[in-house]
């Protein structure tokens, strides 16, 4: 990506036919990555970038094609959400994050696939079809930001956005062998993120490089008042020349390395982490007692919210309606019934349980307090480390039809990407080897809140000194 | 039914009264064309977020100051969740496990004696939309204007006894809310609207008794007919050894009863959490501190100034500050002429009248007080009757002239020349020879009879006072 402003500047490259390259690519594709592609307002939009490129813009953004997971919205471009409810929505406003790309005349390529609102790690709840991994068109690319993995892995774009809920940016960047990032909770503005489970979601960048990843990072993030979980203050100016990792301590969470990890990704992870001690880093083995609790507060919490963010999708103002010349309880149950696919449901019906007079206690509340102990157990890791590393999934991209009725199953794959979530904390994933089938393998890094500086810089000194981000399907 | 005790106590919903509404940059207007005043927020689209309104806090806090509440530093929003149309993100923002006031209490004064009800808690929520029924087409159109406007809820102790007592407690928290400029506490707009929950219980008895919740009391007056028609429902119920069922009632203003509201629309599960959209209400020592310091005068203190200040009765001090805006009104003419006594009645009979007549309020109506305070004067001066100046005032409030020119174009002027008063006196003595006889014989009381006949022929233009004098001088001659 950043090769790419650099050749806008130095050669005659210009932002329309790259584009153009990049849109046709993308309708030969078939790996599904796009629910919707900006056809002309993205030329317009390219058309403008080359302009402020011949009056000299220096933003490395003017002119590269961002993708954008179709949870947020884009004013007059539909977002779907990957659900039949939302099949026609088109937002009357932009995202905060949106507002900010244009305003550095960074073109919105199109609406990425993902899972039905965000809610799965495969795309297969896709309304729209599942998106297709790269590496192996007949696996999953991960999800739920799958159709933004999926398209950066194939260079259908030049970086994405995707949203992370409890890993839905770093396991599907897992799955497609590149580097995602989700940052501390509030440094993006949610403002037009369509909310999943609002106490957790956060959008953050996907593309090749971990520097790629810091300049979107940075382009997107900072305060914004019309969203009240908004951080005033974020991470420290981050050292696009990475940094020095000598005097750095890596923690490792001994239970990460338990039951359950693949052994490939077990051999590439464990070499990642001697890369890191070559380059000068410590690596301690810690305990963090409280993160095998992680799966059962988040699969409270998250659903619990969700319940009550997609109550909206009435079929009284907007999307999709049924039955209306009935009775309203009939057109509600029609609307909602026909609008939304089984995990959505499944997981309101979870978290209406959870909130129920005489459940709250037990689960919501309970899971709440157990939220709240995984925090402290990284926030005293952090006392003895600056970075936690470990696998980011304990497998790699699985087939399209595997798992689809196995619902803990997939859920117990999100382990070791929901502490993150839980705790604000940021994290990336990012590439550190391949399996037997030659299917990428991430590693993770999390950092204490807005320390993204520590993150990006040590994965950034990683990738000076490996290739496998480099590494085409 | 006598002896039986009934135990109420009042949820009251009022409108913040701040320029925009609870948690978007929506203005917060009533009246407006339909959904002319919404945005993603208050419409609920999806991905739009909510920013609290620093303004409708500080209402809040200033009501609870007023109400003697604890101020709470912290306090939590939370989601009330539920399906209604008008209802756009399928939840409410409210104030569940904690409010930002509780603790309070208000002094009324009930039957000639005055009784304190205490405050359980006041918090902030947002209003719903407004679904407008269209029975003949059985369509609903949903307004979203009122999407999102701040209300306060202030819910009291089970204190109150009796329906004359929440009426009183309502009436004065309403002039409350209105002298704090808190809320427009309109009840019949619906920006002041109420809630009760009753039971009754045998005197002596510690226990509460099983409660009804009665909802759809539009007026002070349908809250009174209301909560008589439930507590002499419960009270035979319990005289029949028959139980009471808790359960929610809606008054029927028509049919004059309560009906039970269907159980479907009753059976709710709010299913309350933290709103993961707002992080904890912080008010901080300072705001509280500055609000107190910046405490308008509260309606009881300023009507028992009204009276100590300016010599006025308890009745005319009540009538003066029905609202602040007449009470400002009051004091502003009170500053420019020396008379309250005379000028709190014209305010609060003729005043009020023309006002109503012309739909103004005391900040809007054409007669401004330096006009009222002269018309007043020419009155007690002599050179203009009573019936003349409200013929006067009724001119001036149409347009907006001053006292002198209103009596010019209506060709009214006292008459001040006795020879012309004594005229017409003669005439109404020799028009009514009966009269004349009998006030001889020592009904003199018919004095009056023969003043107002004078005032008939005159249209009003003598002065009374020579006019009674003038009777007197010649029938008692």
Same mark, same amino acid.
């Given at each position: 990506?950043?090769?790419?402003a650099?050749?806008f ?10 584009l ?8 030969a ?20 970038a ?47 994050v /949106? ?9 919105? =390529?199109?609406?990425? *696939?993902? @899972? ?5 790690s ?9 998106? %297709? *991994? ?35 940016i ?17 440094s993006? !503005? ?11 979601d956060?959008i953050?960048?996907m ?5 790629d ?13 019309? @969203? ?11 050292p ?7 005097? /750095? ?28 001690e070559?380059?000068?880093?410590k ?40 039955? @209306? ?48 102990? =995984?925090?402290?157990?990284? #926030? ?5 480390c ?38 604000? =904390?940021?994290?990336?994933?990012m590439?550190c080897?391949?399996?037997? #089938? ?31 981000h480099?590494?085409?399907? | 039914?006598?002896? =039986? ?15 925009t ?6 203005? *917060?207007?009533?009246?407006?064309e339909l959904?002319?005043f ?9 991905g739009?977020?909510p920013?609290?309104?620093a ?6 806090? #200033? ?28 939840y ?12 309070g209490?208000l002094d ?14 006041i ?10 029924h ?11 204007? %009122?999407?999102?406007?701040p ?7 089970p204190?109150? !006894? ?11 928290? #309403? ?19 109420c ?5 009754? %219980?045998?005197p002596?008895d ?11 009391? *539009? ?22 050894s ?25 059976s709710?599960?709010?299913?309350y959490?933290?709103?993961p ?42 009538q ?31 005043l ?35 019936l003349?100046?409200k013929e ?16 010019e ?8 020349d006795e020879?012309?008063?004594r ?6 003595? @020799? ?6 006889r ?13 003043v ?26």
């Amino acid at each position: 990506m950043l090769d790419k402003a650099r050749r806008f500047r130095t050669e005659d490259l210009s932002p329309v036919d790259e584009l153009e390259r990049l849109l046709e690519r993308c309708r030969a594709s078939d790996l599904n990555a796009y629910i919707t592609l900006n056809g002309d307002e993205a030329l317009d939009a390219a058309e403008q970038a080359l302009q402020r490129l011949d009056e000299g813009d220096d933003d490395p953004l003017v002119g590269l094609a961002i993708a954008v997971k179709d949870n947020i919205c884009t004013k007059g471009l539909r977002t779907t959400c990957a659900s039949r409810m939302l099949a026609d929505y088109v937002p009357p406003y932009d995202a905060h994050v /949106i507002r900010l790309l244009r305003r550095k005349n960074a073109v919105i =390529i199109g609406k990425t *696939n993902m @899972d039905e609102f965000a809610m799965g790690s495969t795309t297969v709840t896709s309304a729209f079809g599942p998106a %297709r *991994n790269p590496w192996d068109p007949m696996r999953t690319p991960g999800g739920s930001s799958g159709g933004s993995a999926a398209a950066v892995a194939a260079g259908l774009c030049d970086a994405a956005l995707g949203s992370d809920t409890g890993g839905s940016i770093r396991q599907p960047a897992s799955f497609c062998g590149i580097t995602g990032l989700k940052p501390t909770y509030g440094s993006v !503005s949610r403002y037009g993120l369509v909310a999943f489970a609002s106490s957790l979601d956060q959008i953050g960048p996907m593309a090749r490089s971990a520097r790629d990843v810091a300049v979107l990072f940075d382009a997107i993030r900072g305060h914004d008042p019309r @969203d009240s979980t908004s951080a005033e203050a974020g991470c420290p100016p981050i050292p696009l020349e990475g940094m020095d990792l000598r005097g /750095i301590t890596i923690g490792v969470c001994r239970s990460f390395f338990s039951e359950g990890l693949d052994r490939d990704v077990e051999r590439s992870v464990r070499h990642g982490l001697a890369v890191f001690e070559d380059l000068g880093a410590k690596v301690v083995d810690m305990d963090l007692p409280h993160l095998r609790y992680s799966v059962a507060a988040y699969y409270l919490i998250a659903p619990a919210e969700a319940s009550s963010n997609l109550a909206r999708y009435d079929g009284v103002r907007y999307g999709l309606r049924l039955c @209306d010349e009935r009775d309203l309880m009939e057109m509600y149950l029609a609307t909602r019934s026909a609008g939304f696919g089984d995990e959505v449901k499944r997981r309101i019906m979870l978290g209406t349980y959870a909130l129920s007079a005489g459940y709250y206690e037990a689960y919501y509340h309970k899971a709440s307090q157990v939220r709240t102990l =995984i925090a402290k157990d990284l #926030r005293e890791a952090f006392s003895r480390c600056d970075l936690l590393a470990g696998p980011t999934v304990p497998v790699t991209a699985f087939g399209l039809g595997e798992m689809v009725d196995d619902p803990l199953s997939l859920y117990l794959l999100d382990i070791y990407t929901i502490p993150a979530n839980l705790a604000g =904390i940021p994290a990336l994933s990012m590439p550190c080897g391949f399996d037997g #089938r030659g299917l990428p393998i991430g590693l993770q890094l999390m950092a204490p809140g807005h320390r993204e500086d520590v993150l990006l810089g040590a994965a950034m000194t990683f990738q000076d000194h490996t290739r496998y981000h480099e590494v085409r399907p | 039914m006598r002896g =039986i005790e009934a135990v109420i106590g009042l949820e009251v919903h009022a409108q913040l009264k701040t320029k925009t509404k609870m948690f978007c940059g929506c203005p *917060n207007s009533f009246g407006q064309e339909l959904n002319t005043f919404t945005c993603p927020v208050c419409l609920g689209l999806p991905g739009a977020l909510p920013v609290l309104n620093a303004k409708a806090v500080e209402l809040a806090v #200033r009501l609870g100051l007023a109400l003697n509440c604890r101020v709470h530093e912290r306090s939590l929003f939370a989601r009330k969740n539920y399906f209604y149309p008008d209802l756009p993100k399928g939840y409410q923002i409210t104030q569940y496990d904690s409010p930002l006031c509780t603790g309070g209490y208000l002094d009324v004064e009930a039957g000639g004696e005055t009784r304190r009800i205490g405050i359980r808690r006041i918090h902030l929520e947002e209003d719903a939309g407004r679904s407008l029924h269209d029975e003949a087409c059985k369509r609903t159109r949903i307004d979203f204007n %009122r999407s999102g406007v701040p209300l306060v809820e202030i819910v009291t102790e089970p204190d109150i !006894s009796s329906p004359e007592e929440a009426s009183a407690f309502l009436k004065e928290l #309403r002039s409350i809310l209105l002298h704090l400029r808190v809320s427009e506490g309109t009840m019949e707009e619906g920006t002041f609207r109420c809630d009760a929950n009753v039971s009754v %219980r045998m005197p002596g008895d510690s226990t509460l008794g099983v409660r009804t919740e009665l909802k759809n009391m *539009n007026s002070f007056k349908n809250v009174r007919r209301a909560l008589a028609y439930e507590i002499s429902r419960q009270a035979s119920l319990l005289a029949s050894s028959r139980p009471v069922v808790q359960e929610t009632l809606l008054w029927s203003a028509s049919a004059r009863r309560t009906v039970p509201m269907r159980s479907k629309e009753e059976s709710h599960d709010y299913r309350y959490f933290p709103e993961p959209d707002l992080p904890p209400l912080l008010v901080d020592r300072m705001l509280i501190d500055r609000v107190r310091a910046s405490m308008p005068e509260l309606p009881s203190e300023r009507r028992r100034r009204f009276m100590r200040q300016y010599g006025l009765s308890d009745y005319d001090a009540s009538q003066v500050i029905a609202t602040p805006e007449l009470a400002d009104y009051f004091e502003e003419c009170c500053s420019l002429v020396d008379a309250p006594t005379d000028i709190a009645h014209w305010i609060t009979t003729e005043l009020v009248r023309v006002m109503g007549e012309s739909g103004d309020t005391p900040l809007t109506t054409r007669v401004r007080p330096s006009m009222l305070t002269a018309l007043v004067s020419l009155v007690k001066a002599g050179r203009l009757s009573g019936l003349m100046a409200k013929e006067v005032l009724g001119r001036m409030s149409k347009t907006g002239e001053d006292p002198a020119a209103a009596m010019e174009d209506l060709g009214v002027e006292q008459m001040g020349d006795e020879d012309e008063i004594r005229a017409a006196v003669r005439g109404v003595i @020799d028009a009514h020879p009966d009269e004349a006889r009998r006030y001889r014989e020592g009904k003199t009381q018919l004095a009056g009879f023969f003043v107002g006949e004078v005032m008939k022929v005159t249209s009003g233009r003598a002065d009374p006072k020579l006019a009674i004098r003038i009777v007197r001088e010649i029938l008692d001659s």
